[in-house]
């Protein structure tokens, strides 16, 4: 990611400072690291899993400073720091995120370590996940529910398309840098990411009742003031432990299907819900 936002020559360096501010300093990488050890447990060579990796987190990181923007969420604090519409300004956050977002297809598209033709299907794939069939779906849902009673079938919907989605997408990604065409091995990826992804949603929601600012970056309680449907308010906090630890045993199995040595996939899965932030 660094190299990439080296070599931007031609933007205001205000502007690429701005993306260096929201997507260099801090967070968790889960979705690189998650393309890199599907990409690894399919026998790929790490090189061929860099294009993906940073594609995602740029999307990712986009999606953070469009989210904290006053019209969203209006959050103060990302990752322990200033929101970047704070550190900076609201316009200059927004063509921040524009660019991250534009980044990313580019730096798809141009991976001359992937075939033609593969780097097709990640584009498509990519765009499914953070657009209107995603991640944008989900957003949009999201502040519609503020409020709102939702059933669990319907908080589900929308975190499997806000925050599985890229999750899911991430996971295919890095197959998808191994060039497997496997409709069996996909499908028990696509199965480990989904349960992956909602326990990732589940273990938020249970973070913003038990931990604190400090911890967490962010201004801990911030769902229950915004009045947000969360699976602590829906389960309670012992029913949310107890689905996301059930999610997670799901995401062990479907890896049990692959001929393949899914360790770090394993490992990835089990700290979704033993991460504190």
Known sequence: MQARLSGLTAMPDRLVDA?????L???????PCLVYASARALGAAPEHADAAATAVEFIHCYSLIHDDLPAMDNDDLRRGKPTLHRAF???TAILAGDALQSLAFQVLAENPLI???VRLQMLALLARAAGSDGMIAGQSIDLEAVGQHLTLAQLENMHNLKTGALIQASVELGALSAHCRDTAV???LREY?????LAFQVQDDILDVVSDTKILGKPQGSDIARNKPTYVSLLGLAGARTKA??????????LLNLDADTTLLRDLATYITARQH
């Open 245 to 254: 630890d059930s999610l997670i045993a799901r995401a062990h199995q479907s």
């Open 115 to 117: 075939a033609p033709d």
């Open 186 to 188: 996909l499908e028990a």
């Open 25 to 31: 300093l801090g967070g968790k990488r889960i979705r």
């Open 193 to 197: 990411a989904r349960c992956i992804g």
């Open 89 to 91: 300004d609201e316009a």
């Open 19 to 23: 993306m260096r501010y929201s997507s």
